[in-house]
Structure formats: structure tokens, C-alpha cells
């Protein structure tokens, strides 16, 4: 039976470049479940000036194709400026790395998708998003799909912990079934904020929590 992987994708899992995470980072992102299967954390140092990334690491749970694509796409990003890094494609990554076994393509899908919304991130926090839809219900419950539960490793949404979504003249609230109390209710929120809060009509992030037991 042929090994699945070529020589680049070995390398790259062997010694992947740029893993880590950048303390107080000008954007990031966490993309993909554990129990599902693979996710990406991207962090993000970008001059302010000139939008360049000047630096870009990422931690990587999952398998040789996650992790070498994760950090392929950290390769190419660095130097680039945002806009040119939103155009690295899954193709190119793979194509970077010498190909990937069709069963591990949605890998680099994932590490794309983690560079990207980690640049999203940092674009909202600096007021360059050009195409400024309102928020609404629906926009806040996709991001509170990105906010895990650690108790299982699956999202709040599909866990059942978010019990209710508001949002009204700017302000968001949301109700979640977790005592305040609870070993990781402050985990979530600091999550839940950092998903919420950087929209750019959001004035504030309302949050509440089960009464203890």
C-alpha cells in the first residue's frame, strides 16, 4: 500500500513552521472541533501602517495534513500584506505542499478558513470592514457556533448551552444555560465577547448565565 503523504507534507508535520501563539495578538481566530475532528487557532501581529502581516503563528489539533497546512499557510502569509493574504487559496496551499490525499483536502479548507477569519478579526477591531451589514440574530448565533463547549468540545449552539439571543439598538444579549459559577463559565464568556463585541454596530454584549446550583 502506497503512504498517503509525499516527502513536503512529512517535513512540514515533522518541523511545522511557526506553531505557537502570539500573546496579545492584533487578530485571531479558532476554527474546526476537537470532537469533530481537526481545528486550527491562527494569531496575528500586523503593522498597523502598512497592514502587513509581521507575524502569524497557529496551533493545530488534528492530523499530518492539518498541521502541515497550517503551517504552509502561516509560510505564505507572513510579509503579505491583509489583502493579499485573504487570497491564499486551499489550492495553493496544497499545491505548495506537493498535493494531499482528496480524503485530507478539506484540511487545508480548515487552515485557510482559520487564516481568514483571524484577519476578519483584526479588520473588525480596526474599523476597516468595508461592507458593514447590520447584525442580527442570525450573525450573532454563526459566530457562537465558533465558541466551544469544553465539556464536550462541540459548539455552545449545538450543545444547547445558548438559551436565547437578543439583539436590539446595538445591544446583544445572551442567555446561556451554565451556571456563573461554573469551572468554564469564564472561559466562554471572554469567548463570546472576543466573537461579539468586535462587530462593528455592537455597543454592547450583555450576558447571563443559569442560577447556580
Not at 485573504?86 to 495553493?92: G, H, M, V
Amino acid at each position: 500500500m502506497r503512504f498517503p503523504y509525499n516527502e513536503k507534507v512529512l517535513e512540514h508535520f515533522k518541523n511545522p513552521r511557526n506553531v505557537g501563539k502570539i500573546e496579545n495578538p492584533d487578530g485571531k481566530a479558532m476554527v474546526g472541533s476537537p470532537a469533530c475532528g481537526d481545528m486550527v487557532a491562527v494569531y496575528l501581529k500586523v503593522d498597523e501602517s502598512t497592514h502587513k502581516i509581521q507575524d502569524v503563528k497557529f496551533e493545530s489539533y488534528g492530523c499530518a495534513s492539518n498541521i502541515a497546512t497550517g503551517s504552509i499557510i502561516t509560510e505564505l502569509a507572513k510579509g503579505k500584506t491583509i489583502d493579499e493574504a485573504k487570497e491564499i487559496s486551499w489550492q495553493q496551499a496544497s499545491d505548495e505542499l506537493g498535493g494531499l490525499p482528496k480524503i485530507k483536502a478539506h484540511c487545508s479548507v480548515l487552515a485557510v478558513e482559520g487564516l481568514r477569519e483571524a484577519i476578519t478579526n483584526y479588520e473588525e477591531r480596526h474599523g476597516l470592514i468595508k461592507e458593514k451589514a447590520p447584525t442580527t440574530v442570525d450573525v450573532i448565533k454563526r459566530r457562537l457556533k465558533s465558541v466551544m463547549n469544553p465539556l464536550s468540545g462541540l459548539d455552545i449552539v449545538r450543545t444547547n448551552l445558548l438559551k436565547d439571543v437578543q439583539v436590539n439598538d446595538g445591544v446583544v444579549s445572551i442567555a446561556i444555560d451554565l451556571p456563573e459559577n461554573h469551572i468554564f463559565a469564564t472561559n466562554i464568556r471572554e469567548e463570546i465577547q472576543e466573537k461579539i463585541e468586535t462587530l462593528w454596530d455592537v455597543k454592547e454584549v450583555r450576558l447571563t448565565f443559569a442560577e447556580s446550583v
